[in-house]
Structures are given as structure tokens and as C-alpha cells.
């Protein structure tokens, strides 16, 4: 692909449906946390070594779950129209939600409490370690990383915020 390829709207389209599986995988788990009745904290209540929680209480293996499954669905629909693999799609949604649950890790070393912001940690987490997972598997262009990078921090804050307004998140970050 040239340059001038690159930043056509077929391109940037071709991008966000590739994306897409790490994009619904990170933010299914605010509906999962919303609406399940379990629960059940991912770090199960433990201590990291420093005292503080490894996770906290807002990353739950059902929230975890269910983004991977949301995110595996979506890349099996986008599949049935030509534009995902299942496998690739899977591998996305995992990188997203462990980079997501890193940034959490991350977070509570700095004695963050649970739903506070951490900027770029908060935006950025998921996605780079989706595609970094990716990358190491199938490869990925830097042009490509670049781009998704920067297309998705505009794009977390905005749907955090429509999260906020229809009351999924308690916070507008």
C-alpha cells in the first residue's frame, strides 16, 4: 500500500472493522459489571506483595469473559461478511482485555482507586496490547499501529462519556 492509499476513508474503515473485536471486547465488561448479579472480582480479592489489591473490585472474571466472547461474536459476524477471522478477532479481543486488566494493575500499584483516570493508561492499555499481541503473531504495519493508536484515544473518551450519560459508568472517563 502507498501513502496515498493509506489515508483514504476505505482505508480507515478497513482499520476500525479490524479493530473492532478489541474495541466491543474492551467496553462490554461496563454492561457486564452494570447488569450481572456475580461479580466476582478477577484478582479474587488478593494482595500483590506491595499490600495494595492486585485488581480491585471492578475487574471481574464475568466482565473479563464476556468481553473476550462479545469480542470473539463480533469478529464471527464481521466474518460471515468478509471482513474478520474468528481466530484473529479472538486474539484481539484477549490482547485487549489483558492489556486493559494491566493498566488496572498499573493503576493500583499507583494507589488509583478503582474507576479513576490514568491518562493514555486508560485510553491506550488495550488497544496497544491487542495489537502488539497481534502484531507478534501475524505481523502489522507501523503505519496501521500508528493510526489505530491515535484514532483511539478520541474514540475511548467519547464512548466513555456516552457510558456516562446513559448511566453504564459512574465517571465521565
Known sequence: MNSAEAWTLEYFIELVLFILPAYVSNA???????FSPWRK???????????????????????FI???????LTSYVLSLIGY???LKGAVLSIG???GDTLGSFVKRRLNLPPGSSLPLVDQL????FALLVYGAIWGINALSFI??????????????????????KSTPF
Open 28 to 34: 462490554f465488561p461496563v454492561i457486564v459489571y452494570r
Open 147 to 168: 493510526i489505530l493508536l491515535l484514532l483511539t484515544f478520541p474514540l475511548h473518551i467519547a464512548t466513555n462519556f456516552i457510558a456516562y450519560l446513559l448511566k453504564l
Open 66 to 72: 464476556g468481553g473476550v466472547l462479545m469480542g470473539i
Open 84 to 86: 474478520h477471522d474468528i
Open 96 to 98: 485487549a482485555m489483558v
Open 125 to 128: 492499555s488495550f488497544i496497544l
Open 41 to 63: 472480582p478477577l484478582d479474587f480479592g488478593r494482595r500483590f506483595f506491595d499490600g495494595k489489591r492486585i485488581l480491585g473490585d471492578h475487574k471481574t472474571i464475568d466482565g
